[in-house]
């Protein structure tokens, strides 16, 4: 994602939810020093996995478990959203991409990694704890951010877990991109969580 493009929005997000963006680009920093080599994998990687494919982005609506009954799971390469590593786990599905700020079901997301997902870690500014206590567990990682990349740190688009799968998709080149797990007019959420899932939506709807 051209960094330009994607500035208003993130300008706009930092304003409707009162996020700070030094504490974004620092989180950013401490997440970059964090990824060193080993741990880290190259978004040739992704290309390789999404290009040309069928993709299914897996987000965390309590509807997940039993709309991935409906899909042919093998036809797809499975992008799961944060807490939907855990629905898509316990059913023996192992994603192939991860995308996490960290504040899911974070152990089963650990598991799912030592199985073969690449996890792409999302620093922000409320989440820097959750960084620095399990970034250490995870291998095969590619670093993002909603503020400006740098080095080692991306930015594909995108705001909540769930819209930054598709943004990731879209950006490899996928052929079609399928939801599971949406559910944005969810009634049983906290209001900040309605709060994003209006952005989610929004986001997706651009797209
Ligand atoms: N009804 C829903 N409840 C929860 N998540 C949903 C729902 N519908 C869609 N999603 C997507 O699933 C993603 C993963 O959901 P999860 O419950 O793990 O939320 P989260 O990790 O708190 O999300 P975020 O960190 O992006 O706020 C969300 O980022 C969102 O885009
Ligand atoms: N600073 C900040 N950035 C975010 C946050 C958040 O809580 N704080 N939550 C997100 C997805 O839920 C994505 N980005
Ligand atoms: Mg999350």
Redesign the pocket.
Same mark, same amino acid.
């Given at each position: 994602m051209d960094f330009k493009k994607w500035e208003p929005v993130y300008e706009a997000i930092l304003e409707d %939810?009162g %996020?700070s963006k030094e #504490? /974004?680009q620092n989180a950013a920093n401490i997440l970059s020093h964090l990824l060193i080599g080993p741990n880290t994998t190259s978004t040739d990687v992704l290309e390789e996995l999404i290009s040309g494919k069928d993709v299914l982005v897996c987000g965390n609506a309590p509807t997940l478990a039993q709309e991935l009954d409906q899909v042919k799971i093998e036809d797809h390469v499975v992008i799961a959203a944060d807490g939907a590593t855990a629905t898509l786990v316990d059913k023996g599905i192992i994603p192939a991409v991860i995308v996490t #700020?960290l504040d899911g079901d974070v152990e089963k997301e650990i598991q799912a990694n030592q199985e073969g997902s690449i996890a792409v870690i *999302?620093a *922000?500014? #409320?989440n820097i704890e959750q960084i620095l206590k399990y970034v250490p567990r995870f291998n095969k990682i590619i670093g993002t951010t909603?503020a400006k990349p740098f080095s080692n740190i991306y930015n594909f688009g995108g %705001?909540? /877990?769930g819209d930054r799968c598709v943004f990731l998709a879209g950006e490899f080149n996928a052929t079609s991109i399928t939801l599971a797990g949406f559910d944005f007019d969810d009634e049983n959420v906290t209001e900040m969580k309605h709060k994003?899932l209006g952005w989610a939506k929004n986001l997706l709807g651009v797209l």
């Amino acid at each position: 994602m051209d960094f330009k493009k994607w500035e208003p929005v993130y300008e706009a997000i930092l304003e409707d %939810f009162g %996020f700070s963006k030094e #504490d /974004d680009q620092n989180a950013a920093n401490i997440l970059s020093h964090l990824l060193i080599g080993p741990n880290t994998t190259s978004t040739d990687v992704l290309e390789e996995l999404i290009s040309g494919k069928d993709v299914l982005v897996c987000g965390n609506a309590p509807t997940l478990a039993q709309e991935l009954d409906q899909v042919k799971i093998e036809d797809h390469v499975v992008i799961a959203a944060d807490g939907a590593t855990a629905t898509l786990v316990d059913k023996g599905i192992i994603p192939a991409v991860i995308v996490t #700020d960290l504040d899911g079901d974070v152990e089963k997301e650990i598991q799912a990694n030592q199985e073969g997902s690449i996890a792409v870690i *999302h620093a *922000h500014g #409320d989440n820097i704890e959750q960084i620095l206590k399990y970034v250490p567990r995870f291998n095969k990682i590619i670093g993002t951010t909603q503020a400006k990349p740098f080095s080692n740190i991306y930015n594909f688009g995108g %705001f909540t /877990d769930g819209d930054r799968c598709v943004f990731l998709a879209g950006e490899f080149n996928a052929t079609s991109i399928t939801l599971a797990g949406f559910d944005f007019d969810d009634e049983n959420v906290t209001e900040m969580k309605h709060k994003k899932l209006g952005w989610a939506k929004n986001l997706l709807g651009v797209l």
